[in-house]
């Protein structure tokens, strides 16, 4: 009975969350509407760049690597949750490349200078 509950429980949860967003959803069109007299069928914009910090995104995906192993992922959701952490990985990887690079960069235009301030006479 108690893995009922809980289904149950999580059932009424995913409803209580798919009104929420569908309520915000039509609010949204609501103020669009009243502000500036759009059309019915206009789609809301959702591709917005929002900057934050790398680490952000690196404790993001460690922590749903860890509570993965942890949730019993209902079969329509495991694709997306399989795509989502695998994008994650793939938008890691290419910057910790990104920022390893830049930091050879500078390592080197470091010695350079050295050099060059070496191998330059003084004129004191």
């Known amino acids: 009975m108690d893995k009922g509950k809980k289904k149950k429980e999580k059932k009424e949860k995913k ?7 569908e309520g915000q959803k039509n609010n949204k069109k ?12 206009e789609k809301i914009n959702y591709d917005v760049n929002v900057p934050f910090n790398f ?11 860890t509570s993965n192993s ?9 694709i997306p949750i399989g795509v989502t ?3 994650l990985k793939n938008t ?6 990104a920022i390893m690079e830049k930091q ?5 235009k470091k010695e350079d200078l050295k050099e060059d ?8």
């Open 104 to 108: 050879e960069e500078e390592e080197l």
């Open 15 to 21: 409803e209580a969350l798919k009104k929420a967003i």
């Open 85 to 87: 952490l695998r994008d």
């Open 70 to 78: 942890r949730i019993s992922w209902e079969p329509d959701e495991l």
């Open 55 to 65: 680490e952000f995104l690196c404790n993001i995906y460690n922590l749903l690597l």
């Open 92 to 97: 890691i990887a290419f910057y910790q490349k």
């Open 30 to 41: 609501d103020n669009d509407k009243k502000d500036n007299d759009k059309k019915d069928d």
């Open 117 to 124: 301030e070496e191998s330059s006479p003084s004129t004191s």
